[in-house]
């Protein structure tokens, strides 16, 4: 009932920062995703995963405590349903991670026998995909940070965002312009307590991984488990971090944005 | 007067009504040259549901539109009831007033709505309104609302909005049943530079309700009772603005109505989850808002009502003669005002709380949690 609507104190324990956190994961029934979704669950946090598969959705929402939200974020029609169930199955929203990413084509291929239409999926899916679906979260996301729940987005990177690997145009091409749209956002976001991180979760041992290189070595590869402790502590550290902020901080940061505008 | 295209326009124009009557145009860019440094803006972050459903009614397999128009509260888990509106065959093309009965509905009816199933539990005392139950847990009805439910259109917008041309810059959690369009006025710079003029932001959510039933029996009933949440944050910051001889300036009718509700209850703000019940016109004593930044309305509509509290008749008609003289565009899209309360109107000191009561309704009033 409505006395006891209160999103801003929900059981968050003083231990884990994850605890009673609202945390959104893009491709989450698979590799990486999955292994967040189960993580920021048995750290106490409530999750929504979307993901393209109903199946899929069904199977892993059913198999654990997440709310399963059909959607594409490569669709622009798809961004404010998802959004909209985000917000309205969790309350509001603390954490946002676009994980959900395109290899471009497979198997990998040269940039100059790559298909434009191969280049265009990996943009729409690791680049305009989470610009908009950030874009029509971030008014939940500066409400939870208002309320002092603290509020970050993690894009997933990768080290093909930085290094030219052969074969890995579409893919580490979508992925700078992805890491570059974070260092931005986190420059004019922090004016309202919003935490933008770019993290490379290191290669791992995931089907994206094994359909862009069939023969690697799995035993050299990094368990997806092991990354998402690590991207979720990172997550924890962001929001330790942002406890200590408050609105007036952000003064700086916003007479910064109206010099850069006007 | 023009009526504005569904998306935000960087020439919107606004008219500022000053506590003495005088008026000054502007451009919406400019709001903050009208505010000062320790004034507190206060929006309603409430997200827009997509709450028209088209669908067949059971007993009859006519068409029908079901537009959602109120919850009983704000909380997520709790989403398979609802009052809705129900239309007969026809679009958003026509008017609403236009618009056919639907069917008789009776309790006990079905509806199909897409994916979702729904029964009449009541009709409420006219034949468009009803208490709907979904057949479906919470969360089915979010995932079907998402992908069946449309925005409510306006027959002054040619074109469909979607869910992105209603959700405001700063929309949060969606339980708005039509936008809480004032907001509009509010982008990221918008907000940037009220933070460094050292003017405060914060917000409220209020389930913002339908802003036309298309029959005038029903539309004198409006605004339907609103659940509304007050975060403790902005309750405080609110009680900080007015002990510092800051301002509280209201983005929209719907935080004036949350604040005003909130404030009769204990004379201050407290944070926490009410209803606001109450109307607001020309006797209501304003307790906390100071100013009101809203959309241009007609004169006889429930948010024109509501802008008599602030400033007298006449400085309302010859801003509304401006309005029409300089071609501001009018409707949810449109270009916005800013009303500052007039000088003789009540201030908190010389309000009796009794005055405000009497524009209540009987409905119980459900207090808010104690003020921290």
Redesign the interface.
Known sequence: MAQTYNPAVRGRSRTDPLSGLRIAVTGGTRGLGHALVRAALARGARVALVARDPDRVGRVAAATEAHGIVGDVARKEDIHPIALQITGLLGGLDCLVNNASSLGPVPLRLLGDTDCEDLEVALATNLVGPFRLTKALLGALAASARENRGAVVLNVSSDAAHNPYVGWGAYGASKAALHHLSRIWQEEASALGVCFLSLDPGDMDTELHALAVPDANRSMLKRPEAAADDLLDAIAQALAKRAAWRPRSGATAAAKIQTSLS | MIVARPRQRADAKLLVVGADGSLSHATRRELPEFLRRGDLVVAN?A?T??ASLHGVHGPTCAAIEVRLAGR????????TQCTALVFGAGDFHGRTEDRALPPALAAGDRLTLGPLQAKIERVLAHPRLVELRFNASS?EV??G???HGRPIQYAHVPEPL???DV????????VAFEPPSAGFALD??M???L??R?I????LTHAAGISSTGDSALDARLPFVE?Y?I????ARAIRRTRDRGGRAIAVGTTVVRALEHAAALRGVVCA????ADQRIGAGTVLNVVDAVLSGTHEPGTSHYELLRAFIDDSSLREAGAALDAHGYRTHEFGDSLLVERGEARGAAANAPLARQREHQSSRTI?SP?PCR
């Open positions: 972050d997200a549901l997509p009983r509260t704000l909380a997520a888990t709790d989403f969360a979010w995932a609302i998402a992908r979607a869910l992105w959700w405001i810059p700063i929309a949060a959690t969606p990221w710079r907000i940037a530079a933070c460094e050292g405060g932001f914060v917000t659940p949440f975060p403790a944050l902005t926490g989850a009410s209803f459900r949690a």
